[in-house]
């Protein structure tokens, strides 16, 4: 009776232990994460941090930049590559600062594989050391249409413009559908060598514009730098980039399978493009950026033929960021009433494919139904249409993705979300 009494209180002390031993680590190990911030470059020595880059869209040269180089690199883009200016109008939709200010909202990390059990149990983080965790240089946080917080730091202001990376590719979604409700596209259904003939008899030649909305094509295609095929297309002219996607095989039917890369979406842009009939910057001008009532200029990535890159790289500022948000959020809406976006077409863009539940059009879903544009870095607009939220970031991660960044994401947006409910 005493062994089993004895064995029993073993087994009841040992997690006891266990967790006891991962305290004392934590506390004389320093297991904690960093919190260290965006670096601060004061925008008028952004220069000295520029002198290395002129002209080129080559992306392993952004990823040797050092945190300095990335928060002046990433709000001077118009300086360092080609882009075409997106004009602002006469009219601004207003943002009201709210009699409301969100000042608290804490969060546990319960999923950070570094530390998984220490961390969740003793350590709750703020909206401070969300802005230090993943240096944010930009939060902006909008609720029922007014700001509730917003926030700067790294040396930007509310006139800083941001390249958004691949935030880009919900906005080339939203102007799919804008393309749809004037006429120049018929349907998603459409395919697009019909738009781009030099992609006929090429393993492109069934693809619709669904399936690149969807990125399903079926086409062989590899994001990851080790491949070498990618290597290469990262720095095509865009002639060159339609003749090495042409060249690739198909290896799914399309619509079966997902397979998230860029170069379909540059393709998807070059698709609108001969569609309407002129670039993609005055389209975006003409159809959301002057209509809705953006506050500032912005400015979009161009190749040297002078088509924009449909995947990335739209700089604008953190409120401009909001606004496209609450664009998303009210189908397009316009304090009129009239919508340069299709009916319910937000609706179709958040809806998932067969192919896989966590991607619409070119939007990432989540189970509660609010969706985002995301971008490398940690670029973000969220959407929550049941909450009336839109949350924005201007960010400069020091790599392009990782875990513990994305996790730190995730609950300070639930954190939020339960704060202003």
């Known amino acids: 009776m005493k062994k089993i009494i004895s064995l029993r209180t073993l087994l009841y002390c040992l997690p006891i232990g266990l967790l006891i031993l991962l305290i004392l680590l934590q506390v004389f190990l320093g297991w904690d994460d960093p919190m260290t911030g965006a670096v601060y470059v004061d925008p008028d020595q952004d220069e000295k941090y520029l002198e290395s880059k ?94 509730v917080l917003e926030t700067y730091a790294a040396g930007n202001s509310q006139q800083s413009r941001w390249g958004s990376m691949s935030v880009t590719k919900s906005i080339m979604s939203m102007l799919v559908g804008a393309a749809i409700a004037d006429g120049s596209i018929k349907s998603t259904g459409d395919k697009i060598a019909d738009y781009l003939p030099v992609l006929k008899r090429t393993a492109y030649e069934q693809i619709t514009i669904e399936n690149l909305l969807r990125m399903s094509s079926g086409v062989e295609w590899n994001l990851y730098d080790e491949d070498p095929d990618w290597k290469t297309a990262k720095s095509m002219a865009f002639a060159e980039l339609l003749e090495f996607i042409g060249s690739k095989n198909r290896i799914s039917d399309p619509g079966e399978t997902f397979n998230y890369n860029d170069a379909e979406v540059n393709l998807l842009g070059a698709v609108v493009a001969a569609a309407i009939g002129e670039d993609l910057a005055t389209y975006l001008e003409k159809k959301i950026w002057q209509p809705f009532g953006m506050e500032s200029d912005a400015n979009w990535m161009s190749y040297a033929g002078g088509l924009q890159t449909g995947a990335c790289c739209i700089s604008a500022t953190l409120r401009d960021y909001g606004r ?27 809806t998932p494919s067969k192919s896989v539940d966590n991607y619409g059009y070119l939007w990432w879903l989540n189970d509660d139904g609010s969706y985002a544009a995301m971008g490398i870095y940690g670029q973000l607009i969220h959407v929550n249409p049941a909450d009336e939220l839109v949350i924005a970031t201007h960010s400069a991660w020091n790599s392009p993705m990782g875990d513990g960044y994305y996790v730190h994401q995730t609950a300070f947006i639930a954190a939020v979300t339960a704060a202003l409910k």
């Open 54 to 147: 002129t002209n080129r869209m080559d992306w392993e040269e952004v990823m040797a930049w050092s945190l300095s180089q990335k928060v002046a690199g990433f709000r001077n883009h118009d300086r360092i590559y080609t882009t075409r200016t997106v004009q602002r109008g006469e009219h601004i939709f207003p943002l009201k600062t709210g009699a409301r200010q969100l000042s608290e909202a804490h969060y546990r990390v319960w999923n950070y594989t570094r530390h998984p059990v220490v961390v969740p149990l003793f350590r709750q983080y703020d909206i401070d050391d969300f802005i230090l965790h993943n240096n944010i240089t930009g939060l902006l946080v909008i609720k029922s249409g007014e700001i």
């Open 324 to 350: 496209l948000g609450l664009y998303a959020m009210r189908n397009g809406r316009l304090t009129d009433g009239t919508s340069a976006l299709p009916e319910k077409w937000m609706e179709r863009s958040i």
